[in-house]
Nanobody
């Protein structure tokens, strides 16, 4: 059974950092397309960063380039999103996503709030 569990969200001041984790079970993270999305009330879910199978180059939304880094730890079967230089406009619920054999799987989401 495929399961994605996010953690690491919270309240941080502008300019601060957070690292989100997405612990996966039921599949091997290095073999499949995975990504991070975020969503704010009244808006569509937005792609933040993604990466295909192991060895591919990550992609980032223009709004987070140079500040966020997506990565995987194959030994822990976990994906991460390191977020630096956070801005109030980064406030959102962040979702972990995986695509396996044409089907999409989502985590439950973790709230990130950037505020002074």
């Amino acid at each position: 059974q495929v399961q994605l569990v996010e953690s690491g969200g919270g309240l941080v001041q502008p300019g601060g950092s957070l690292r989100l984790s997405c612990a996966a079970s039921g599949f091997t993270v290095s073999l499949y397309y995975m990504s991070w999305y975020r969503q704010t009330p009244g808006k569509e879910r937005e792609l933040v960063a993604d990466m295909s199978s192991a060895g591919s180059r990550p992609n980032y939304a223009d709004s987070v380039k140079g500040r966020f880094t997506i990565s995987r730890d194959n030994a822990k079967n976990t994906m991460y999103l390191q977020m630096n230089s956070l801005k109030p406009e980064d406030t959102a619920v962040y979702y972990c996503h995986a695509r396996l054999r044409g089907r999409d799987y989502w985590g439950q989401g973790t709230q990130v709030t950037v505020s002074s």
